[in-house]
């Protein structure tokens, strides 16, 4: 979609917007490093057994796609966009794939531990092909959920001004549906899954079993707390777009939506960088917490009793 208008249409970059570069810059370079290290020391460590090791590699994975794609939008806002319009949908489908699949990821990871510590017979039951198969489902998903949000780039120009792949919405109800789904299914249901999981976790593990896990714990109570931290600004920002007639809107995508935004999307991508801390650089602390050593079943079974 492309859309031409006056030199209203595209405001030369705000502080916000500045803001938003760098600390994009800022993320890249050390998310792309971080994320690296994290998967030359998973690699040399892995086992096919080991579906906590294949959630924390294609954790990484996710983050070095979603950050390889940050020079491209940085040089975007800089110079403009000198590709097609279905290259700038490409490039925003890829990048909304890896931020959902990291997502989801980590909402994965803390359903995952809950179940092991709880769970394990159950969870063992589905093998190999059943852990390869809720990973490829999780992919899926991603990639579902980023062709309705994908589909509303498009390359919009002004006269005398560069052109960017922005996101632009036709109507109320398309502005109303990506944005409300977007929130629900990147923050809504993945924050309350990991919360319910957290809390789960507590209530049925006694005082003193959890004491021997103090580390997972710590690394539970981690991912709950940076991943309401780096999003919820981001969605806050959603849903006052959300809550806007379509008129005001596009005075927001000229102000709110152009600089604050850009702002609180760099945010989130210290996620990405985060991640390699929480989880990778704390495997090595848990990674012999195997069946001899995870909380004792009948403990557990008495204690929730």
């Known amino acids: 979609m492309n859309v031409s208008g006056n030199s209203s249409n595209i405001v030369p970059i705000s502080k916000g917007e500045i803001a938003g570069l760098a600390i994009r810059a ?11 290290a994290v998967v030359v020391v998973l690699v040399r460590n892995f086992k096919k057994t080991n579906f906590t090791l294949q959630l924390m590699l294609n954790l990484a994975a996710s983050d070095i796609l979603c950050l390889a794609m940050l020079p491209l939008w940085i040089c975007n806002l800089l110079f403009g966009w000198t590709m097609d319009l279905h290259l700038c949908r490409f490039f925003c489908f890829v990048t909304l794939t890896a931020v959902h699949a990291s997502v989801f990821i980590v909402t994965l990871m803390s ?9 394990r017979p159950q969870w063992s039951r589905l093998g190999r092909r059943g852990e390869r198969g809720v990973l490829g489902l999780v992919w899926v998903l991603a990639a579902a959920l980023a062709i309705s949000p994908a589909a509303t780039y498009g390359i919009i120009t002004g006269d005398g001004s560069r052109p960017i792949c922005e996101q632009v919405f036709r109507s109320e109800e398309q502005k109303v549906g990506v944005l409300l789904l977007e929130t629900m299914a990147m923050f809504v249901v993945p924050f309350s899954t990991m919360l319910v999981s957290y809390l789960c976790l507590h209530k049925k593990v006694s005082a003193k079993a959890l004491g021997s896990h103090q580390r997972l714990a710590v690394l539970v109570t981690s991912i709950v707390v940076t991943f309401f931290i780096f999003w919820i600004p981001y969605h806050v920002v959603n849903v006052m777009i ?7 809107v596009k ?3 000229r102000v709110a939506f152009r ?14 960088c985060v991640n390699p801390l929480l989880y990778a650089f704390n495997y090595r602390r848990y990674r012999d917490e195997q069946p001899g050593t995870e909380v004792n079943n009948t403990q557990i079974s008495n204690d929730s009793s």
């Open 111 to 119: 359903v995952q531990r809950y179940v092991m510590v709880l769970y």
């Open 242 to 248: 959300i809550a806007a007639p379509l008129e005001p």
């Open 26 to 36: 800022i993320c890249f370079f050390l998310g792309i490093f971080g994320n690296i």
């Open 251 to 253: 005075l927001v995508q």
């Open 259 to 272: 600089g604050p935004r850009r702002v609180v999307q760099g945010i989130v991508l210290f996620n990405s």
